[in-house]
């Protein structure tokens, strides 16, 4: 059994000094969960958001499968509100969780109903998780697909991207992207980052590398809780949220609000909340509720 606080690094952060079955304990996310047990959390969460694809598929006008590169997983699916011009729109692009691993587009349509249903495009993103893609391979696909929603749709009314767990790294990620080489700066108008993974060391010395492969050095670069507070805001009204359910663990609560308080040392417009009474899982499940909180803070960041 490993001691990660052994590995040689100071130890003034938390989780150096737990044991590595504390450390797996607390980057396991299902294992928080106080409704249901662990598996059942999983298959629930899964079910929920098939249900809401498999409405949004049949009820919502739709383009699916949309190409945003050359590559077999570089694909996105977009809905529309039902009577509207496509592109004069808020467009909200969604980047599911799975620890980079698992997960898909075509089970993560949850909050389709809700926003579209207010007059937002919402766009869910497909990209090669482990061990097909690499972490670097990630970032580089999600980088692509915002610059692709821009480049087809122009006249956009703002761009907001949001993600869950995994997801919410990568859109994190998107707040340090290099734009120049896209040809295109999109019209970045807010990011909904929740439940998420910002230091990714930890993540290193826990099970789910072992499909990640990721070396210290591949942390390092793709963790956005080191880079933050030095990036300049390409657009300073450019709202962040970073939220976190009740029940994450613990080790989920310090990553946001270490990562919130690395915004707002960088002079971001960053926020923070901590959604009563739900779990990693249910706080996004929960997107598919128009009244829901999150669903609300949503849209009123979008037509503030």
């Known amino acids: 059994m490993m001691d990660v606080s052994g590995v ?31 598996e059942e959390a999983l298959r629930t969460y899964s079910q929920i958001g098939i249900e809401a694809t498999t409405r949004a598929r049949a009820t919502r006008k739709s383009l699916l499968h949309v190409p945003y590169g050359d590559g ?42 809700p926003l579209t249903a207010q007059g937002v495009a919402v766009v869910i993103v497909a990209y090669n998780i482990a061990p097909k893609g690499t972490l670097d391979h990630m970032v580089d696909q999600v980088t692509r697909s915002v610059a692709f929603v821009q480049k087809r749709y122009p006249s956009n009314k703002g761009i907001y991207l949001c ?8 859109a994190a990620m998107m707040l340090l992207a290099d734009w120049t080489k896209h040809g295109v700066t999109p019209n970045l108008r807010g990011f909904f980052l929740v439940s998420g993974v910002f230091d990714l060391e930890p993540i290193v010395y826990t099970s789910q590398n072992v499909a990640l492969q990721l070396t210290l050095e591949d942390a390092q670069r793709n963790s ?27 080790e989920f609560h310090r990553q946001s609000w270490e990562f919130y308080q690395n915004l707002c040392q960088g002079e971001w417009k960053a926020s923070f909340e901590e959604l009563h009474d739900v779990d990693h899982f249910e706080i996004v499940e929960n997107l598919t509720q128009k009244d829901n909180v999150l669903t609300q803070i ?7």
Request: proline share 8%.
């Open 224 to 250: 956005p809780q080191l880079k933050v507070a030095q990036a300049q805001p390409v657009d300073p009204t450019c709202r962040v949220l970073v939220v976190v359910g009740q029940f994450d663990s613990p």
């Open 163 to 170: 993600g869950h767990s995994a997801g919410a790294h990568l």
């Open 8 to 38: 040689g690094f100071p130890s003034k952060v938390p989780w150096k000094k737990m044991s590595a079955e504390e450390l797996e304990n607390q980057y396991c996310p299902s294992r928080w969960v106080v409704r249901l047990g662990a």
């Open 72 to 113: 077999e997983g570089e694909k996105v699916d977009i809905y529309f509100p039902d009577e509207s011009a496509e592109d004069s729109l808020p467009f909200f692009l969604f980047f599911h969780g799975g620890y980079w691993q698992s997960g898909s587009k075509d089970e993560s349509a949850f909050m389709v109903d």
């Open 298 to 304: 949503i849209l009123k960041t979008i037509f503030q």
